[in-house]
T-cell receptor, first 110, second 111 residues
């Protein structure tokens, strides 16, 4: 049973436009979420997080939105840059362990 | 300050063999977690070590075992390898309840 789901395996966006990556979860007890970015041959790198007491968290070009009633979160990247091309994972933190989605491969074209 | 390091980078083993993967945590971190990432999937939690004890475990068989040493480094052991154990094995370190920092991983291929 996949408790965290990323239903889009890939996303292609033009440089300068907005990238929106989506994530759904099933467990209403999850109260802390993170986004990681992964380049080939490297481990995942923490990007941004959000607690369930908030509905939005912003850090530079990256904003994460949380809709608790829909059990949905999204990562917005504005403006997108070619260096943002990577695999993005959303994860829920549960008791010290991370529960990851399957990932979305973002390709930003110049 | 070195981040999380893992060795070896790549490994090829035969079905039925045993393998040991190693992880050195980031300086100042005392907790080590191990994850398995199969091709096209997200990382899956194997187990977590703190104070040389397994603190929690994911849904993996007993063939997967680990150890944490007094210097906080850790080993992941897998016995009786199956083809399905082929994956990227990621180690993450953290201070207690802090953010997890990942190493580059060990790519294990079982033939």
């Amino acid at each position: 049973d996949q408790q965290v789901k990323q239903n889009s395996p890939s996303l292609s966006v033009q440089e300068g436009r907005i990238s929106i990556l989506n994530c759904d979860y099933t467990n209403s007890m999850f109260d802390y979420f993170l986004w990681y970015k992964k380049y080939p041959a490297e481990g995942p790198t923490f990007l941004i997080s959000i607690s369930s007491i908030k509905d939005k968290n912003e850090d530079g070009r990256f904003t994460v939105f949380l809709n608790k009633s829909a059990k949905h979160l999204s990562l917005h990247i504005v403006p997108s840059q070619p260096g943002d091309s990577a695999v993005y994972f959303c994860a829920a933190l549960q008791g010290g362990k991370l529960i990851f989605g399957q990932g979305t491969e973002l390709s930003v074209k110049p | 300050d070195a981040g999380v390091t893992q060795s070896p980078t790549h490994l090829i083993k035969t079905r039925g063999q045993q393998v040991t993967l190693r992880c050195s945590p980031k300086s100042g971190h005392d907790t080590v977690s191990w994850y398995q990432q199969a091709l096209g999937q997200g990382p899956q939690f194997i187990f977590q070590y703190y104070e040389e004890e397994e603190r929690q475990r994911g849904n993996f068989p007993d063939r997967f075992s680990g150890h944490q040493f007094p210097n906080y480094s850790s080993e992941l052991n897998v016995n009786a390898l199956l083809l399905g154990d082929s994956a990227l094995y990621l180690c993450a370190s953290s201070s207690t309840q802090g953010e997890q920092y990942f190493g580059p991983g060990t790519r294990l291929t079982v033939t």
